[in-house]
């Protein structure tokens, strides 16, 4: 369990650091960006609580990790459909 839990984790940064990476090539304004990445991470947050509290682990991070990532994965799925569209800001 805890080498998937490890994959899993390693993949939840992944889609979390493509997210935020991106999310400023598809939204208009600063103020806009930095309020979508504060939801993001804020709901993020929660979402990984929950997932510690639902996953019972010595080590809480894994399970956080993927609860947090878990959240940035719609977002993730949509930009690079964006990406692949050749759509610019909206």
Do not use: C, N
């Not at 490890?6 to 939204?27: I, P």
């Not at 940035?72 to 759509?87: F, I, N, Q, S, T």
């Amino acid at each position: 369990m805890d080498g998937t839990l490890f994959m899993l984790a390693l993949a939840s940064l992944g889609v979390t650091f493509y997210t935020h990476l991106r999310l400023g090539d598809y939204v208009h304004g600063e103020w806009q960006t930095l309020g979508l990445r504060l939801f993001l991470a804020l709901l993020g947050i929660g979402v990984g609580i929950m997932a510690v509290e639902m996953i019972a682990q010595p080590a809480p991070v894994l399970p956080f990790l993927v609860g947090f990532g878990l959240v940035h994965l719609p977002p993730a799925l949509v930009l690079m459909l964006k990406r692949m569209r050749g759509e610019g800001r909206s």
